[in-house]
Nanobody
Framework: QVQLVESGGGLVQAGGSLRLSCAAS????????VGWFRQAPGKEREFVAA????????YYVDSVKGRFTISRDNTKNTVYLQMNSLKPEDTAVYYC?????????????????WGQGTQVTVSS
């Protein structure tokens, strides 16, 4: 069993930065791949970024490449999403999720555990 808690969301002006954290319970968290997804009002939840269990592989949706960076510290059971050059279209609730296969994935159905989300609002 893995429990995930996101933090670090907030209100920021366009061009600003935020760092989201996904803190996990569970001794085996280091074996899980982790993804970040987001959901804007009235829209489907979409993939943002993912990282494999050891951090060796990362994946991003095209719209955030070059602006967002996913990383992890397995000694702290935490995964981060550094978000720079934020745009109003990045406004959404951001969720982290863990997949027991450890690979990281862009597919929602490959994740076993989800956090409750953190709100990110980017003003223009």
């Amino acid at each position: 069993q893995v429990q995930l808690v996101e933090s670090g969301g907030g209100l920021v002006q366009a061009g600003g930065s935020l760092r989201l954290s996904c803190a996990a319970s569970g001794r085996t968290f280091s074996r899980y791949g982790v993804g970040w997804f987001r959901q804007a009002p009235g829209k489907e939840r979409e993939f943002v970024a993912a990282i494999s269990w050891g951090g060796g592989r990362t994946y991003y949706v095209d719209s955030v490449k070059g602006r967002f960076t996913i990383s992890r510290d397995n000694t702290k059971n935490t995964v981060y999403l550094q978000m720079n050059s934020l745009k109003p279209e990045d406004t959404a609730v951001y969720y982290c999720a863990a997949d027991h296969l450890g690979l990281g994935s862009s597919r929602r159905d490959e994740y076993d555990y989800w956090g409750q989300g953190t709100q990110v609002t980017v003003s223009s």
